[in-house]
């Protein structure tokens, strides 16, 4: 059993991710340092002209002290921000080096999911999947970023910073698991009504596993054998669930929706919304917009009978 991570910069499980928190504690220590020197000084003028109202009567001295004041003042800031400046710019050329031979990764935004493929030459050794990356332990994992509906942006916390999805425009985020686990992300970019829950999670696993995972998501759906199973696939092709979703080795090849071939495997559904389990995904293919209001998927209304049969069937698409 993998651990469990929920998203957080402080805790980084990866090479990018640590390069960034000396930065991120540099710039919280000293604009903190810097903010409490303002807000004390600010405070003790303030004091200290109530008690002596004579305090700021104009004198040569005076003005002499507020000018070496203001200058010691500015010259401290620039020094500081170029002290930042030098800081970030290294961090950023450390973290836009490109690797050798990553693992290349494909993930489009979408209102309000994440679309995944895995390229390869061989088309029929391409993989599809929604909402989850499975990466291997200790090896650079390029993702490519698009979108076709609007801008989204890519946060696996522990692992980088935010990478936006811009349509039109393909960007790129190198990310690196130095240990096993699974890491949630969360799209950063406000994209409409559903962007809080378009979440996914990025599961880590030791070479060896990866490869068996990505094996069995390159298999088309096993045909359901009991016919319980048998009658939900009816179900599913007959309904309007065909209309949007592609299985793998049946005629459903609609991109619309997440791709469902492998959809027991996964850890959640409704992007990262809900546990995938049997009783959460009949809630959801029955009314999921009381789940994500202004989801893109309509109520689905079944017959208690084909319910039954459609989640025996969703279960067997291990
Ligand atoms: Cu996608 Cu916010």
Not at 119 to 129: A, G, K, L, S, Y
Request: with cysteine.
């Amino acid at each position: 059993m993998i651990a469990q991570f929920p998203q957080h910069v402080l805790e980084p499980a990866g090479r990018e991710a640590a390069r960034h928190l000396p930065l991120w504690w540099f710039m919280i220590i000293v604009s903190t340092t810097v903010y409490v020197i303002v807000i004390a000084t600010l405070l003790y003028a303030t004091l200290r002209r109530r008690q002596e109202p004579a305090a700021d009567e104009a004198t040569p001295e005076r003005h002499r002290r507020a000018a070496r004041g203001i200058i010691g003042a500015t010259a401290v800031t620039v020094v500081l921000l170029l002290v930042f400046l030098v800081f970030d710019f290294t961090t950023h050329r450390a973290l836009a080096a490109m690797p050798v031979a990553p693992l290349e990764v494909h993930v489009s935004g979408r209102q309000w999911w994440w679309h995944i493929e895995y390229p390869d030459t061989v088309p029929q050794r391409r993989v599809t999947t929604a909402n989850e990356i499975h990466i291997p332990v200790g090896r650079p994992v390029l993702l490519k970023l698009t979108s076709p509906d609007v801008i989204h942006s890519f946060w696996a916390p522990n692992l980088n910073g935010k990478k936006d999805l811009v349509p039109g425009h393909e960007n790129a985020l190198v990310i690196q698991a130095d240990r096993p686990g699974k890491f949630r992300a969360q799209c950063a970019e406000f994209c409409g009504h559903q962007h809080a829950k378009m979440a996914l999670w990025v599961v880590a696993e030791p070479p060896a596993e990866f490869e068996a995972w990505l094996d069995a998501q390159r298999r088309p759906a096993t045909p359901p054998t009991d016919s319980l199973a048998r009658l939900g696939q009816q179900v599913f092709l007959t309904r309007t669930c065909v209309m949007c979703h592609a299985i793998g080795g049946t005629p459903a090849g609609s991109r619309f929706g997440p791709d469902l071939t492998h959809l027991a495997s996964r850890l959640t559904i409704a992007a990262g919304t809900l546990p995938n389990t049997p009783g959460h995904l009949a809630g959801w293919i029955t009314d999921p917009q009381r789940i994500k209001p202004g989801v893109r998927m309509p109520p689905n209304p079944l017959p208690p009978g084909e319910l039954q049969a459609l989640l025996a069937y969703l279960e067997t698409l291990r």
